[in-house]
């Protein structure tokens, strides 16, 4: 993605990690009967994103337009009666998780995407509690332990300078923020070239996970 689709996306007020995760939804496509699992009363921000097949159609599933507790209750769609499930910025607020991924393996078609991220060097956040941050390997068992696969997971972030400087962007203008950018990029391509073994993992503001029910 160019340094731009950065710059419009600060401009409209997003933080980083949201931007990562933004532009990464540009390389999926959303089919049929779409479920967004935790997406709040009105259309997020990722849906401007992905691309649709026509008929695409997304319906959202969140405690603020349901009653429905995704730690015990049952999904309020049919068995197999969806093609996709978006799950943005939710585990880390479920604490008994395992009812969630199966009930969305219960109401997925077989072949069904799911698409989602966690949020990992990010600040406690409690919408209404925050109980987890998720490694790439912790998403790995608990997604083959639910019975999906096709698991893959993308690093949101880019090195060391633009880790730490989501820790305190929210103190600073949206202007300067702009400014702020490029410098950032430059440098942690220089930090990653100057010393290779560093993981970019280890600096991740969030992961993106896309996966498959078998």
């Not at 959202?60 to 049919?78: I, M, N, W």
């Not at 585990?91 to 219960?106: A, T, V």
């Not at 078609?109 to 990992?120: H, I, Q």
């Amino acid at each position: 993605m160019s340094v731009l689709s950065y710059i419009k996306e600060i401009w409209r007020g997003k933080d980083l990690y949201r931007i990562f995760m933004n532009l990464e939804c540009s390389k999926y496509t959303l089919r049929g009967k779409v479920a967004d699992i935790g997406a709040g009363a009105g259309p997020a921000s990722y849906h401007r994103f992905f691309t649709k097949e026509v008929g695409a159609e997304i319906t959202s599933l969140d405690r603020q337009t349901s009653p429905v507790d995704f730690e015990r209750d049952r999904l309020t769609y049919p068995e197999e009666s969806v093609d996709t499930v978006l799950m943005f910025n939710v585990l880390e607020h479920i604490f008994n998780y395992s009812n969630l991924l199966s009930e969305i393996k219960r109401v997925l078609k077989p072949g069904g995407r799911v698409y989602g991220s966690v949020p990992f060097l990010v600040g406690y956040h409690p919408d209404p509690k925050d109980f987890w941050r998720y490694t790439g390997s912790a998403l790995e068992t608990i997604f083959k332990s639910a019975g999906f696969n096709g698991l893959e997971i993308k690093i949101l972030g880019r090195g060391p300078f633009t880790a730490s400087y989501s820790q305190i962007e929210f103190m600073i203008p949206r202007i300067l923020k702009i400014a702020i950018l490029p410098p950032l990029f430059f440098l942690d391509f220089l930090a990653l070239k100057l010393k290779p073994s560093l993981s970019r993992e280890k600096f991740a503001l969030g992961l993106f996970f896309s996966l498959t029910k078998i």
